[in-house]
């Protein structure tokens, strides 16, 4: 059914095809167009947070994302959940981000080619598989070494990778 419908619209016939077809290719590519989206939220945190951890890092501040998504607790997408944080308006406000990198006033633009790329292969693949970490089982939390945060004693120490420990939910 589906040539002969492609065949009739090529032809001009079958204006219910048409719009149909239109109707799928408009879901397909706002689905291409999210997917995307995904995969520029989540190489931009790999890069901004984790660039400098070596590819077991960077995949551990993914996986920690991917907690984030999963969990009921936090927005279910990506981008929902690398740029949660306080907003004025629009804007979001300066060290109030889940995410440091997403409110700390500087722009999100990539400045090592080779980095940016390594992100976007290891965003790729965590967006297209399950990936855990052993020893990281359900972390949804992190923070760099040299740092404590207010919210250490809410949640339970999973393990350090690199220059972050990460944290799940008690």
Same mark, same amino acid.
């Not at 689905?31 to 984790?50: G, P, Q, T, V």
């Given at each position: 059914?589906?040539?002969?419908? *492609?065949?009739?619209?090529?032809?001009?016939?079958?204006?219910?095809?048409?719009?149909?077809?239109?109707?799928?290719? *408009?879901?397909?590519?706002?689905?291409?167009?999210?997917?995307?989206?995904? %995969?520029?939220? *989540?190489?931009?945190?790999?890069?901004?947070?984790? =660039?400098?951890?070596?590819?077991?890092?960077?995949?551990?501040?993914?996986?920690?994302?991917?907690?984030?998504? =999963?969990?009921?607790?936090?927005?279910?997408?990506?981008?929902?959940?690398?740029?949660?944080?306080?907003?004025?308006?629009?804007?979001?406000?300066?060290?109030?981000?889940?995410?440091?990198?997403?409110?700390?006033?500087?722009?999100?633009?990539?400045?090592?080619?080779? @980095?940016?790329?390594?992100?976007?292969?290891?965003?790729?693949? *965590?967006?297209?598989?399950?990936?855990?970490?052993?020893?990281?089982?359900?972390?949804? %939390?992190? %923070?760099?070494?040299?740092?404590?945060?207010?919210?250490?004693?809410?949640?339970?120490?999973?393990? =350090?990778?690199?220059? %972050?420990?990460?944290? @799940?939910?008690?």
């Amino acid at each position: 059914i589906w040539s002969r419908s *492609l065949y009739a619209c090529a032809r001009g016939e079958g204006d219910e095809m048409r719009g149909l077809i239109v109707a799928i290719a *408009l879901t397909l590519l706002g689905s291409e167009a999210k997917a995307d989206d995904a %995969h520029r939220c *989540l190489s931009e945190a790999l890069y901004f947070e984790a =660039r400098d951890q070596g590819w077991i890092g960077m995949l551990a501040v993914g996986v920690v994302v991917q907690n984030r998504v =999963r969990s009921d607790k936090y927005p279910n997408t990506v981008c929902g959940v690398v740029r949660q944080g306080r907003y004025w308006g629009s804007r979001p406000l300066r060290d109030r981000c889940q995410f440091s990198y997403w409110c700390d006033g500087k722009p999100e633009e990539p400045e090592t080619e080779t @980095a940016w790329l390594e992100c976007q292969n290891i965003a790729k693949l *965590l967006l297209s598989t399950r990936i855990e970490i052993e020893g990281l089982e359900g972390a949804t %939390h992190y %923070h760099a070494t040299w740092m404590t945060p207010k919210w250490v004693n809410l949640v339970e120490r999973k393990q =350090r990778i690199g220059g %972050h420990i990460f944290y @799940a939910l008690k």
